[in-house]
C-alpha cells in the first residue's frame, strides 16, 4: 500500500483503485470542476476526445442566462457549443475563468445525476476553423 503524501491537501479522498463509486460499478455524473488559477479550459467529449484550449483565447462567451441551456464559446481557433440544463454555475465558472473541465454526460459511464438542480451537460458540439484557409487566402 502507498501512502498518499498530498492527502492532507485534497478536498475530497481519492477512491481506492479498483474500487465502484456505486453499488452498479459506475460513478455518479458531475458535469464540471472549477478550481483557481486555470490555464487552460478541458472539454471532455463522450467519445472519449478530450481538447484542452487556454482562456487566452476565448474571445466570445455567449449564454442564455436565465434558462441555464445553452453555452456558446467562441474561441479564435474553434467553437464550442454546449446544451443541458441547470449550466449558471457552469456559466459563472467560465466567466470568471475558473472551469477546470466541462464534461459531456455518458450513460455508459456514470449514473445520472439524483440531484434535480445539479448541472447536466447533454452534449458538446466542437467546430474546429480551418487555420489553414486564411494562408490560402494570402498565396498569390
Not at 45 to 61: Q, V
Request: aromatic share 10%.
Amino acid at each position: 500500500m502507498t501512502n498518499d503524501v498530498l492527502a492532507p491537501y485534497r478536498k475530497t479522498p481519492l477512491a481506492a483503485p479498483g474500487t465502484p463509486a456505486l453499488p452498479g460499478g459506475k460513478a455518479e455524473y458531475i458535469a464540471f470542476a472549477a478550481k483557481d488559477h486555470v490555464p487552460c479550459l478541458r472539454i471532455r467529449r463522450r467519445n472519449f476526445l478530450t481538447y484542452a484550449i487556454g482562456y487566452n483565447i476565448l474571445l466570445i462567451n455567449s449564454y442564455d442566462d436565465d434558462k441555464g441551456q445553452t453555452i456558446l464559446l467562441f474561441f479564435s481557433v474553434m467553437k464550442v457549443k454546449i446544451e443541458g440544463r441547470n449550466l449558471q454555475n457552469v456559466i459563472h465558472a467560465l466567466n470568471c475563468r475558473k472551469a477546470d473541465y466541462i464534461v459531456e454526460f455518458d450513460p455508459d459511464r456514470w449514473v445520472m445525476p439524483t440531484d434535480a438542480t445539479a448541472p447536466f451537460i447533454e452534449s458538446i458540439e466542437v467546430v474546429i476553423e480551418d487555420s489553414n484557409a486564411s494562408l490560402k487566402e494570402l498565396k498569390p
